[in-house]
Nanobody
Framework: QVQLVESGGGSVQAGGSLKLSCAASGRTKSIYFMAWFRQAPGKEREFVAVISLSEQRTVYADSVKGRFTISSDNSKNMVYLQMDSLQPEDTAVYYC?????????????????WGRGTQVVVSS
């Protein structure tokens, strides 16, 4: 099992920045991909960004490309999401997720472990 704990959420005005962190523990050597998803009220959970832990390759949703940056510190079992130029439509609960394989890495079903989420609110 792998446990994931997110932190760093909060409230910010449009145009501001936040940095989310995700701490992984447990059988982390089984994890190959780490990602961030988000879910706004009344909407489905959507892909934000993913990173391959060994090769450090990244993929972003079009809606956040150029504004968000995903990174990892494998020595600390940490994954980060730097969010800049935040907009009200970025308001959501942000979830950290871990996958043991590369199948379907942009969909929630492709992930084996999830954190409980951290709330991000962006006001206009």
């Amino acid at each position: 099992q792998v446990q994931l704990v997110e932190s760093g959420g909060g409230s910010v005005q449009a145009g501001g920045s936040l940095k989310l962190s995700c701490a992984a523990s447990g059988r982390t050597k089984s994890i190959y991909f780490m990602a961030w998803f988000r879910q706004a009220p009344g909407k489905e959970r959507e892909f934000v960004a993913v990173i391959s832990l060994s090769e450090q390759r990244t993929v972003y949703a079009d809606s956040v490309k150029g504004r968000f940056t995903i990174s990892s510190d494998n020595s600390k079992n940490m994954v980060y999401l730097q969010m800049d130029s935040l907009q009200p439509e970025d308001t959501a609960v942000y979830y950290c997720a871990a996958a043991r394989s590369s199948l379907n890495i942009i969909r929630p079903g492709g992930y084996d472990f999830w954190g409980r989420g951290t709330q991000v609110v962006v006001s206009s």
